[in-house]
């Protein structure tokens, strides 16, 4: 199977070998040892020096957790989706109870640094702002750097910055300290190359105080909880340990590669499907300038049906895509992130050019 | 390793294989195929006629989506901890918002029908009462059927009854239709024969009509979401596909067996266990008319110390068994669910009595 949807993605070997053990003691030393490497290496990717926490559940629980550990009920909180899962966040910082204002760019465009900065100074205070990392619906990357240095001019105290980079860390850098990011979420089955069920959150100093104060509901996504059971390399419910398995083989690979080395090889397998959409006669949906490395949007041609083209893909060529989320849009996404070749990008161009000679 | 702490429990051969998979699309054909048998092979053990949602989470996940479901702020609900985790249902209640009364029974003892329904006729109306199938805590199994009959006895209407299964279901019969459970949940590390990181959960027609008001925020454990979703087989959010590969070859086995035998089985080897402990010479801490067939809590003698004999177990004989969760009581906990022999419960008194003879 040529699995190219934004996750779950392919796990390399040595992962799926790790995975065929047998369950451990959750509160022994194999348990403990294993878990304290996976906290030290999220940490090199999370460029931080604050602690990264591991949670058993999906990347979704994770921005939950975000949410819930740092805001109180109707605190206003200035959301900037750029597609559907900036839209999701919003969602749950609303459910939970925070008065949300959503400042929204269109699908297929990044976030406006000026455009945000001035928002936030005639309109604000807000206490948090909402960004994604890399919006696996339309296969943008923000440019996080300038928006958490327009945010952070922007007001004093500045609002809490709260990023979803769910589908784009472990493969696209973010300097969690040096950009002064409060709060940053990811999950396992992206660039991780390790299954889904495993969601990973760090929170800055700032985002500790915030947690004072915070009085949204929390138990099971309760940092405070995680924070003093990773103490002794713990987590306060029975944690994923079969991912965690996987997870530890992927992250020792990624931390000999090197942080700097795994974003270069997702610049390159980036620019190749990119490159080969074109050659394809097949458009691209994102603004160039801020094409996502992990996930392309690749538009189809007139008379081309998405749902027909997915599902030729699955049955004829047992490559799966991930569907448009732009309304009115043909469009299919691919996936190239964590353990994926060239040669597997070619297979889908290879696959779209036989069906577009038909 | 002798895996006997009670969960993560030991996996089947056949479970561990399974999980040696490559990951697949979970918005596709074979993902569903797949999600659907687990569905329905849970209702079989829930024996339920609702629908049987799967979470991607510990079981304390479960219970939170139990209370967030269902209850609003404010909700007089009744508790009813016969040990530490049923204490932790209070608190989740409590945490989101739910004006919770404690009805404790002593640890090593069940909850007693009769004073919970005078309790309720006396102090209701309440909104819920939350129990506890079986006390991982202290080897207790309550009387549910008994317990059920005596709440909707009590009062009309008569409380939500809701039920953290999770240490017992799959080993321990427990029929939600037919005693009138509102809200059943249990995690997939225990009785399960799977890997931590499911939760499952059902609610009755009751339970969704008190979903219509409750107020409790929830996203990542909305039930209705997940409703929506099952319709087609799927999770809303990206589900623990891992572990489902090995519930869904664990949860054959069981249908298999048959809910009956595999109840039987666990009669059998929680016998055993019983039998052991008493002829090396230990304690048996509950209350001998509720021993649990999933996890006994053996007493030691005088003069041994628990963190010694746990120490000595795992380092001397890779054997892993639980804490005491007993204040002042220095006691070991046997694990004995799902996958589990005869000779493995043997081997951890055989170490028993070799530490006591030294």
Not at 71 to 84: K, Q, T, Y
Not at 311 to 336: F, Q, W
Request: with cysteine; charged share 20%; glycine share 8%.
């Amino acid at each position: 199977m040529n699995l190219r949807i934004p996750g779950p993605t392919p796990l390399p070997p040595e992962g799926i070998e790790a995975m065929a053990r047998q369950m451990i003691n959750h509160r022994g030393p194999t348990f403990e040892s294993m878990f304290k490497d996976i906290a030290a290496w999220l940490k090199v990717f999370f460029e931080t020096e604050n602690e990264v926490y591991v949670l058993t559940s999906s990347g979704t629980g994770g921005m939950e957790a975000a949410i819930a550990n740092t805001l109180s009920r109707g605190d206003r909180v200035l959301s900037v989706p750029i597609g559907v899962f900036g839209e999701r966040f919003a969602t749950i910082a609303e459910t939970f109870g925070a008065d949300v204002e959503r400042f929204p760019f269109p699908m297929g465009q990044p976030a406006d640094p000026d455009k945000i900065a001035a928002k936030i100074a005639s309109d604000g205070p807000y206490k948090a702002v909402l960004l994604t990392q890399n919006e696996t619906s339309t296969g943008v990357t923000n440019d996080l750097e300038s928006l958490c240095a327009a945010i952070h001019g922007a007001a004093d105290p500045s609002p809490l910055i709260l990023i979803d980079g769910i589908s784009g860390m472990g493969a696209i850098r973010l300097k969690m300290d040096k950009w002064g990011c409060d709060v940053v979420v990811s999950g396992s089955q992206k660039a991780w190359m390790s299954p889904p069920g495993l969601a990973f959150i760090a929170m800055s100093p700032r985002a500790w105080q915030a947690y004072e104060t915070s009085d949204m509901p929390k138990f099971y996504f309760d940092l405070a909880l995680a924070k003093r059971y990773a103490q002794r390399n713990q987590t306060p419910a029975t944690p994923n340990v079969a991912a965690l398995y996987c997870l530890h083989e992927a992250l020792k690979q990624m931390v000999e590669e090197g942080v700097e080395a795994v974003e270069a090889r997702h610049q390159l397998i980036g620019d190749h499907c990119r490159k080969r959409a074109l050659e394809t006669g097949l458009g691209l949906y994102a603004n160039p300038s801020y094409f996502s490395n992990t996930i392309t949007a690749v538009t189809l041609k007139e008379g081309m049906n998405t749902a027909e083209v997915l599902a030729t893909l699955r049955d004829k060529y047992n490559i799966h895509c991930g569907a448009s989320k732009a309304p009115g849009v043909e469009m299919i996404r691919i996936g190239h992130m964590g353990y994926v070749s060239f040669e597997e990008i070619d297979a889908v161009f290879e696959a779209l050019a036989e069906i577009m000679a038909e």
